[in-house]
């Protein structure tokens, strides 16, 4: 149980669609993230955003666009996805960045499959 | 660069004691995390160090070598259900989390 949700857990769309990820945490936290995970390589960081702005953007292709409403809510909007974008998403959110240890708590993740 | 260094798979046996290595070079150091993650699951967080030595929680405990650029995880009393891949992080100096591959870890009856 880790107060992070994520809809939907699994996903099927082709190049030429477009489909939006959603997270939700119950946390309180101020900071929310999205991860990209490829089998047997790391985490990568996509997106931050600390206090519904976004702080980090590690040079994500434009095909994914994030979005924050609030500090509770992330969204990735995906559209003309190619086959290698093929991975689990997951999000995460913590307390606030900067405040020691910061943990961050993940989601269970969105399996997406691009065709 | 910056890189994170932990072994691809490891293999156990129920009951006993098994260490997972995890050396870094970062720009810098704010952090160490360890966490589990099953199959098909949300990594879920284990421990933190920030200071040398050896952190104790139940059955796990985590070690920090700052001068060494080394940690490991230390797992003992086996259980089945500790099966799954453990993941080391370092916080550099921008407060990213900068993460490991991790370890798939199989435990055998």
């Known amino acids: 149980e880790t107060g992070v949700t994520q809809t939907p857990r699994h996903l099927v769309m082709g190049m030429t669609n477009k489909k939006s990820l959603k997270c939700e945490q119950h946390?309180?936290?101020?900071?929310m993230y999205w991860y990209k995970q490829s089998a047997k390589k790391p985490l990568e960081l996509m997106f931050v955003?600390?206090?519904?702005?976004?702080?980090e953007n590690n040079s994500v292709p434009s095909r994914f666009s994030p979005e924050c409403p609030n500090s509770s809510h992330l969204f990735l909007h995906l559209h003309t996805l190619q086959p290698e974008d093929s991975a689990l998403y997951l999000c995460a959110s913590s307390q606030q960045p900067g405040l020691e240890p910061d943990t961050q708590y993940f989601g269970p993740g969105t399996r997406l499959t691009v065709l | 660069g910056q890189n994170i260094d932990q072994p691809t798979e490891m293999t156990a046996t129920e009951g006993a004691i098994v260490q997972i290595n995890c050396t870094y070079q970062?720009?810098?150091?704010?952090?160490l995390f360890w966490y589990q993650q099953h199959a098909g699951e949300a990594p879920t967080f284990l421990s933190y160090n920030v200071l040398d030595g050896l952190e104790e929680k139940g059955r796990f405990s985590s070690f920090l070598s700052r001068s060494k650029g080394y940690s490991y995880l230390l797992l003992k009393e086996l259980q089945m259900k500790d099966s799954a891949s453990y993941l080391c992080a370092v916080r550099d100096s921008n407060y990213q989390l900068i993460w490991g591959a991790g370890t798939k870890l199989i435990i055998k009856p």
């Open positions: 970062t720009s810098g150091f704010n952090g």
């Open positions: 955003y600390n206090f519904k702005e976004q702080t």
């Open positions: 946390l309180g936290h101020n900071a």
